[in-house]
């Protein structure tokens, strides 16, 4: 079993329609959680850090459900610029590396 | 703004060369990574530097080596280039902080021929 687990995709999905996806963590000491955005052929960029509490940042919503060792994006009001691949990333709790997910491909249409 | 700088954009190599992938960062990150990415495979962490000449190796070392003489820069050295690492490579930074976040330089799209 993969430490991250992320469903590939594509989601295909409407302009404006709301999406989630979730990816899955095998390592219950981890210790931290991100959400990074991918465009094709540049670099990934941190989108939002994710607190135990659960986070916002305008249409963006992540959480983390730790008892059932998930995090979760949802993204509202989805427009065409937030087609990306969108890649889930752990923090190891004992060394501080970086476990990434292999990304979820998001494609808005009109 | 942190700033994670890789040497080339694009480089093209000969199978046997040499190669050296340079990355910089200019914001006192104790760790950095070499990470190469191939469609479909994600990305997948070659070495690890947590210190200046520390290094721990990932999950696809064979074939690569690293150097950290500077806390700064952290270099990606091919022995002896082959096809099979025809890819991106991306480098990246972070704080030893377990909450923060990693940097990326923008990537070095390595073909060899």
């Known amino acids: 079993r993969k430490e991250v687990e992320q469903d590939p995709g594509p989601f295909n999905v409407p302009e404006g329609a709301t999406v989630a996806f979730n990816c899955t963590y095998s390592?219950?000491?981890?210790?931290?959680f991100f959400w990074y955005r991918q465009d094709c052929r540049k670099e990934p960029k941190l989108l939002m850090s994710?607190?135990?509490?659960?986070n916002e940042d305008g249409r963006f919503t992540a959480q983390l459900n730790r008892a059932s060792q998930y995090i979760s994006l949802l993204i509202r009001d989805s427009k065409l610029s937030d087609s990306a691949t969108y890649l889930c990333?752990?923090?190891?709790?004992?060394?501080?590396?970086?476990?990434w997910g292999a990304g979820t491909k998001l494609i808005i249409k009109p | 703004d942190v700033k994670v700088t890789q040497s080339s954009r694009y480089l093209v190599k000969r199978t046997g060369e040499k190669v050296f992938l340079e990355c910089v960062q200019d914001?006192?990150?104790?760790?950095m990574f070499w990470y190469r990415q191939d469609p479909g495979l994600g990305l997948r962490l070659i070495y690890f530097?947590?210190?200046?000449?520390?290094?721990e190796k990932g999950d696809i070392p064979e074939g690569y080596s690293v150097s950290r003489e500077k806390k700064e820069r952290f270099s990606l050295i091919l022995e002896s280039a082959s096809t099979n690492q025809t890819s991106m490579y991306l480098c990246?930074?972070?704080?030893?902080?377990?909450?923060?976040?990693?940097?990326f330089g923008q990537g070095t799209r390595l073909t060899v021929v």
């Open positions: 990246a930074s972070s704080l030893v902080d377990p909450y923060t976040e990693a940097f």
């Open positions: 914001m006192d990150h104790e760790n």
């Open positions: 530097s947590y210190d200046v000449k520390m290094k």
């Open positions: 390592n219950s000491a981890s210790q931290s």
């Open positions: 994710v607190y135990s509490s659960g």
């Open positions: 990333v752990v923090k190891a709790a004992s060394n501080y590396q970086l476990i």
